[in-house]
C-alpha cells in the first residue's frame, strides 16, 4: 500500500495516511473515489468484499430520470443535473481506460397498460412538470398509434405511455469496471475483501482498522450500501437504509428492436432484452421467485407478444439500498467534521452527480447548501406528545 502523506506525529507507528478514504467499492463508493482522486486526493477505496450484498452488480442499468423526484423537486434537480454530467464521465472514462460503458441517452418510455394507468402516469407527469417550475420538464404523453411508430411489436393492451427526452441507459458493469480503472490509473488505493474491524472518528481525523492494517484520513465517505446503516453512528451520522429485492430476468439475444429505453425493459447493446424489475420487502432474502420471475414475463409478453418467442438465458435478484422515503441521503457529520454519507436507490443514473458534483464537494470540505434537503434529519421526528 502507497503512503499518500508522511506520517505527522499525529497518528501510530505504521499506519498509512490518505487524503480520503471511501468505504465501499459498489457504484456510488467508485464513482465518487474516482471524482476525489481526479481533485487531486490520495484516496483510499476499501471493500468488503464478495460476501455483501451488492446492488452494483445485479441492477437493471437504466439512467432513468422521468420517474424520479415526484413531490420532491430538489432529487428531480440532482438526477437531472446526473443525466446532464453523463455524457462528460462516459467519454472520459472511455478515453482514460479504454472501456466503454455504452451510455445511450435517447429519451425514454414508459408503457401504461389500461386507461387507468394513462391517467395516474399523466397526472404524475404533470406534477412532475408543475414542480420543475422555471427549471422546465419537457415530457409528453404519447398514444398507442404514436408508440406504434416508435416501439414496433405493441401489444394490444397498450394504451399509451410518457416519454422524456433526458432518459437513458448503460452497461452498469463496464460502468464499475471503468470507475475501478480510473481511480487506480489516477493514483487511488484500492482495498479489497477488508472489513473494518474498529474506526475512531475525531473531527476532521478518522482511523480505520483490518487485521493488522491501519489507515488513516482527515475525510471519510461512507459509500458502503446496506453497510451504511450500522457504519454512519460511528461517525455522527445517520443511515436507516432497507434492502428491497428486485429479481431481473434477461432473454437471448436478439435483433435491434426499440430506438429508447422502455422504463421494464431495455434492450442491452449485445441485443438481450432485460425485464425488470421486482419491488420485494423480503429483507435480506436475495433468493429468486418463480411466481414473481412469471409475473414479470407475463407482464413482459402482455406489452410485448413477441417476447414470449425469446429463451429467457439469465435471472437474478439483488437487494436495492433503499432509504425509507426512496430519496437519496447525503449528509456531513456534524459532531465530526470530515465525515460524510451518501446512499441512494439509483446509483447507476445517479454516477454523473457523484462523480462531477458530490466528489467536488466533498474534497472542499462541506457539502453544498443545495444537498440540505438530502440529510437524513429529515427522518427524525419528534416524540409523540
Ligand atoms: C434489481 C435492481 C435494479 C436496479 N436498477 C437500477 C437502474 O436501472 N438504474 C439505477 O440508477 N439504479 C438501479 N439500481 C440501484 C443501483 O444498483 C444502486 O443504487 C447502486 O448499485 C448502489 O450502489 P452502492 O455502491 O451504494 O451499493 P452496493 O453496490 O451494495 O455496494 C456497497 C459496497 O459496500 C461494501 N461494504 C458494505 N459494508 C462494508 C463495510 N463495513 N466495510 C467495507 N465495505 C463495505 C460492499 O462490499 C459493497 O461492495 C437497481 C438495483 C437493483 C437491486
Redesign the pocket.
Known sequence: MRVVRSADGLYDRGMKHYDAIV???????AAIAYGLVRQGLGTAL????DV?????R?????V?VQSKGLGAPHYQRWTRLSAEEWPKLAAELGARTGVAVGLEQPGGVQLCLGEEEFAARHAMMEQMRGEAGNFGFDYRMLDRDELSEMLPGLGPKVTGGSWTPYDGHVNSLYLLRALHKGFAERGGIYIPN???DYAAAQPNDFRLGSGAAEIAAPKIVL?????NAA?APLFGLNAPVRPQR?Q?LVTERTERVWPVPIGSLRQTLEGSIML??SEEEVGFDTGQKPEVMGTIARRAVETFPFIAELQIVRAWS????MPPDGKPIYDESEKFPGAFTA????????AGAHANVFAPMVAAGALDPMMMPFSAKRFDVPAAA
Do not use: K, M, P, Q
Open positions: 468505504i465501499g467499492g459498489g457504484l456510488v463508493g476499501i471493500d468488503e468484499g455483501a450484498f451488492r446492488a452494483s445485479g441492477n437493471f442499468g437504466l432513468w477488508r472489513t473494518i459509500a458502503a450500501g446496506l453497510g457504519l428486485g431481473i425488470g424489475a439483488a437487494l436495492r439500498v446512499n441512494c436507490h439509483s446509483g447507476v443514473t445517479l
